[in-house]
């Protein structure tokens, strides 16, 4: 199994970023997957979520509105588009993969947002 996440990076406030998490070694299309993040000193948390076909997901208060998940199954991608950054949303973000009972990290992105 591996999730490999790209497009972190420095932003300044009030901009966007697009992260996308590759996936392969298990059945995407049936997995469900979700974006998490850690800040220093704090839990990991969960950002967004997203059902197997796509038809479901899930966001924490503090990103609703700003931030958007989807996937592509025949890309067996999943994407989290943030827009109207804020310095808080300063993280590694993690693409998580749950299949079969199981669950499944990538390595992690860094998003830093500052001017």
């Known amino acids: 199994v591996q999730l490999v996440e790209s497009g972190g990076g420095l932003v300044q406030p009030g901009g966007s970023l697009r992260l996308s998490c590759a996936a392969s070694?298990?059945?995407?299309?049936?997995?469900?997957m979700s974006w998490n993040r850690q800040a220093p000193g704090k839990e990991r948390e969960l950002v967004a979520a997203?059902?197997?076909?796509?038809?479901?997901?899930n966001y924490a208060d503090s990103v609703k509105g700003r931030f958007t998940i989807s996937r592509d199954n025949g890309k067996n991608t999943v994407y989290l588009q943030m827009n109207s950054l804020k310095p808080e949303d300063t993280a590694v973000y993690y693409c998580?993969?749950?299949?079969?009972?199981?669950?499944?990290w990538g390595q992690g992105t860094q998003v830093t947002v500052s001017s």
């Open positions: 997203i059902t197997s076909a796509g038809s479901i997901t």
């Open positions: 070694g298990f059945t995407f299309s049936s997995s469900l």
């Open positions: 998580r993969a749950r299949s079969n009972g199981a669950n499944y």
